[in-house]
């Protein structure tokens, strides 16, 4: 079993829903939790760092985490042809790696 | 405050040849870590350097190597290239890596071709 089970997509929706991406880890004592925004042929970007269980919010993104189900979800409101990438989840293990998951291809349609 | 920087972008080698490549971390940061991008396992974590000392290491054979100089910049080298070996090189660096949970920066990766 994978360490991070991430559906790789493509997943593709028109520009202006919300987008739900997500990650399930096997490992409880997985601490720290990242979203990475990957545009073709460019490296990965840190979109958002979270640590505990709950919501976070920038914008017009939120990241979810729900330690109890070893789940991390990453929602994309009022999405744009912009948001169109590659989205990671990454998380650390406990020998200190980041691991991450397949990552999951958005298209968004105008 | 420039970003990681990888060199060189681009680069086609030829099976059985060596290659290295070169990152040079954010200004400040300590922790250099390198990972292989290819379409089918993505994103795989190579080694962590950390004040010229290789702290992690994932699963990868001893023709994946690499260093760090004491102004942190980095390098990795891949001896007896292999067809697989094709794929994005990521560099990342971090104040003082994953055992802390620090935020690492990516570069934009060398891009290797190996034919």
């Known amino acids: 079993q994978k360490e991070v089970e991430q559906d790789p997509g493509p997943l593709s929706v028109p520009e202006g829903a919300i987008v739900s991406l997500n990650c399930t880890y096997s490992?409880?004592?997985?601490?720290?939790f990242m979203w990475y925004r990957q545009y073709s042929r460019k490296g990965p970007e840190l979109l958002m760092y979270?640590?505990?269980?709950g919501n976070k919010e920038d914008g017009r993104f939120t990241a979810q985490v729900d330690k109890s189900s070893k789940y991390i979800s990453l929602f994309i409101r009022d999405s744009q042809p912009s948001d169109s990438a590659t989205y990671l989840c990454?998380?650390?293990?406990?020998?200190?790696?980041?691991?991450f998951g397949q990552g999951t291809e958005l298209s968004v349609k105008p | 405050k420039a970003g990681v920087t990888q060199t060189p972008r681009y680069l086609i080698k030829t099976r059985g040849q060596q290659v290295t490549l070169s990152c040079s971390p954010i200004?400040?940061?300590?922790?250099v870590s390198w990972y292989q991008q290819t379409p089918g396992q993505g994103l795989q974590f190579l080694f962590e350097?950390?004040?010229?000392?290789?702290?992690n290491k994932g699963n990868f054979p001893g023709r994946f190597s690499g260093r760090q100089f004491s102004n942190s910049r980095s390098e990795m080298n891949v001896s007896t290239l292999e067809l697989g070996d094709s794929a994005l090189y990521l560099c990342?660096?971090?104040?003082?890596?994953?055992?802390?949970?620090?935020?690492?920066?990516f570069g934009e990766g060398s891009w290797l071709t190996v034919v």
């Open positions: 990342a660096s971090s104040l003082a890596g994953g055992s802390s949970g620090n935020t690492i920066y």
């Open positions: 490992n409880s004592a997985f601490q720290y």
């Open positions: 990454a998380l650390y293990n406990q020998g200190g790696k980041l691991i």
């Open positions: 200004s400040g940061h300590r922790s």
């Open positions: 350097y950390f004040s010229e000392t290789q702290r």
């Open positions: 979270t640590y505990s269980s």
